[in-house]
């Protein structure tokens, strides 16, 4: 009975044991929760196939209801703005540029870039609420795709093009991807102001692909192991419109930094909106800076940064070279990047460039098509940034400055444009029919063409406001103040260090000199008299 007895109390303990150890074994793992209240793969209106873009935003909307609406007022969409400090029609539909010339004979391929489907011409329906795109910004994929020449569509089934060039574009699967929509990321964003003017960093200098996934060196806010931050989180948006217009920027912003849940009508977008008046809290005198220097000017040493160099001048004169078979010549630099192309002309490429300054009051003029242009006054100014140092609106400012040189009709004296895309590009442009590209062009634009043409000097601008630099790696105060340094050809400011005004120096000098004769004189008295 005894040996029974401990056998049963063994058995006992065992028990007990083993339903600690199971009592202490964590609980299964909760399902990851998604960050947004709403899985679209769930939808009963995408489990379709989509044979079209606006079948997919027809579904879109049965639920988004007003988001048409709203992208329909916007620069996006309209491509279209009236600046009201200069009355100009401006957007991508009326200006002239030293890129590509313009949009207005190039829709078809420049409309991979619209919001839209179906680009083609100034008679698109603008008041369609299917023609909206919801992909291009909210495609989580990236496998959403408009390839050049189809008037902003995408392509859903593999289609030769050109036509008879055996070129395939392979087609995408639409309802894979709106199934898997989310919120607009730097990607999305990115797929066109990534890449403007035709190429990665190619037309802003401080927005190309390095911006994906940058670290903290090339941008403190974007870093994608630090703040991460996207597009949005500065260009604060509501009811789809997007703050910080390129056309009409915010030069001087002095409101303060915005507060959560309070109403604020101010550009949401600037510096000031987050860091306030003094963001220095340890320098009162860098604090006095704030009041005529951009924070971008010190924060922003140089574009580029990211190891894809940015386009610095675009010569379309030297276009029309050939190789030993008789193609466009093709020449790359060391790194691979083409500095020459028969059907383009010459190309300046740079890296880490280090940004001119300018007083801007973020008043931008533009040359318009079908403006007065006189070649004896080159280099034509495409946009004009407006501002002075007296104003008291202008703030100094790192802008790109881009050269290039464009057809341009002699008779009629205007920019012109060049016919560039579209399937009946190679009867044109690729052979280098200058003559015939142009009269496609002005035709297509309503613009009359006298049927010379000839080649003028222009320049452009853009602000640089991205790739801000860590704290760190801000300038020196000598990058400034000193003789041949950042702002040596800045006028209308003095700056201790870098130059003098004449009557100041002299003022000083002489008041210099009346010190030490005064110290001189006060001791050789007090040596001549040292025994009383």
Known sequence: MRILRKAMLAMMAMTIVAGAVEAAEPPPPTAKLLKTTADHSKFKELQKSFQSGPEVTKACLGCHTEASKQIHQTQHWKWEYINPATNQKLGKRHLVNNFCTS???N???CASCHIGYGLNDDKFDFASEENVDCLVCHD???????????????????????????KIVRGIDLQNIALKVGKTRRETCGTCHFYGGGGDGVKHGDLDSSLDHPDKALDVHMDADGN????????KTEGHQVPGSRYA???????????????DSTNPATCQACHGQTPHTQSAKLNDHTDKVACQTCHIPAFARGD???????????????????????????????????????????????PEYRWFNGTVKYTLLGDEVDKARQPLAIN?????????????WPVKVFRGKQPFDPINKTLVVTHLAGEDDTAYWKNMDWDKAIAAGMAAAGKPYSGKFDFIETVAMWPITHMVAPKEKALACSECHAKGGRLDKLEGIYIPGRGGNKLLDTVGW???????????LHGAIRVVNRKH
């Open 384 to 396: 004009t940034f407006e501002g002075s140092p007296d104003d008291g609106k202008s703030m100094i």
């Open 140 to 166: 989580t994929t990236g496998k959403y795709k408009k390839p050049a020449g189809f008037s902003g569509n995408p392509v859903t089934k593999d289609t030769e093009f050109p036509p008879g060039s055996g």
């Open 103 to 105: 949009v207005s004979s």
């Open 308 to 354: 894809m160099p940015t386009k610095m001048s675009w010569d379309w004169s030297t276009a029309g070279k050939r190789d030993a078979k008789g193609k466009p010549l093709v020449i790359t630099n060391d790194d691979g990047h083409v500095i020459y192309n028969g059907i383009k002309g010459d190309f300046v490429l740079e890296e880490n460039v280090k």
């Open 249 to 263: 920027p915010t030069a001087m912003d002095k409101d303060g930094a915005h507060l959560r849940g309070k109403a």
């Open 107 to 109: 829709y078809k391929s």
């Open 510 to 520: 002489l008041a210099a000199a009346a010190l030490l004769g005064g110290v001189l």
């Open 228 to 235: 991460n931050f996207t597009c949005v989180t500065c260009h």
